[in-house]
């Protein structure tokens, strides 16, 4: 099973709002990431979580907050987001260790009005 | 830091045709290299990847890359295009480091239609 999934699939908020994504994996992968895509282009790192532990913050603004509770599970808190946030949020998880194949999940689609 | 060049962000094939798509890498120090592919409105799915060994490595959906390292290169073929192909590919490059949660730098991406 290499499955990774997210909810919810699509998530439409106001700039006042505070919400949250969810991305849960059951591989026994020990590394956790978000990532942001924006139409038409590539995705970008946000975040990586290595043991449970953060390990990678690209200088994503603190209106992002991530939150990983277990082994298995990924939070991505969302606080007073702008209208240019609004993207697909990718979650992906690898092994432990090495070169290991990131797993994606279908995403969630993000409006921000 | 890493950077990665794919060339051409549009590309047209006729559908049994071949599909090539070209993928450069910066680094001096060879890294791990992949392929992803994303159809509309889901998440990436790979389709190979080159760690070490054998230089031409076979994915899914007949799809196979090469890397060259005198020319810093990880092209992406398949010799019939079909109409499921339709998508857009990214190639990806991560360091070989050991510590867990590599950081993927991804390509601009290529969008890959196929004509009947």
């Known amino acids: 099973d290499t499955e990774v999934t997210q909810t919810p699939k699509h998530l439409v908020m106001g700039m006042t709002n505070k919400k949250s994504l969810k991305c849960e994996q059951h591989?026994?992968?020990?590394?956790m990431y978000w990532y942001k895509q924006k139409a038409k282009k590539p995705p970008e790192l946000m975040f990586v979580?290595?043991?449970?532990?953060?390990?990678i913050n690209e200088s994503v603004p603190s209106r992002f907050s991530p939150e990983c509770p277990n082994s298995s599970l990924l939070n991505l808190h969302l606080h007073a987001l702008q209208p240019e946030d609004s993207a697909l949020y990718l979650c992906?998880?690898?092994?432990?260790?090495?070169?290991?194949?990131?797993?994606f999940g279908p995403g969630t689609r993000l409006l921000v009005l | 830091a890493q950077s990665v060049t794919q060339l051409g962000s549009h590309v047209s094939v006729s559908e049994g045709a071949l599909v090539l798509l070209r993928c450069n890498y910066s680094?001096?120090?060879?890294?791990?290299l992949f392929w992803y592919v994303q159809y509309p409105n889901q998440g990436l799915q790979l389709l190979l990847k080159y760690t070490t060994g054998a230089t031409l490595v076979k994915g899914i959906n007949g799809f196979e890359a090469e890397f060259k390292k005198s020319e810093t290169s990880f092209h992406l073929t398949k010799p019939s295009a079909h109409m499921s192909d339709a998508a857009e590919y990214f190639c990806a490059v991560s360091d070989r480091i050991k510590a867990a949660g590599n950081k993927l730098t991804f390509g601009g991406g290529t969008r890959v239609l196929v004509k009947p």
């Open positions: 591989m026994g992968h020990r590394a």
């Open positions: 979580y290595s043991y449970e532990k953060l390990s």
């Open positions: 992906a998880s690898s092994q432990g260790r090495g070169a290991g194949t990131q797993y």
């Open positions: 680094s001096s120090v060879p890294p791990y």
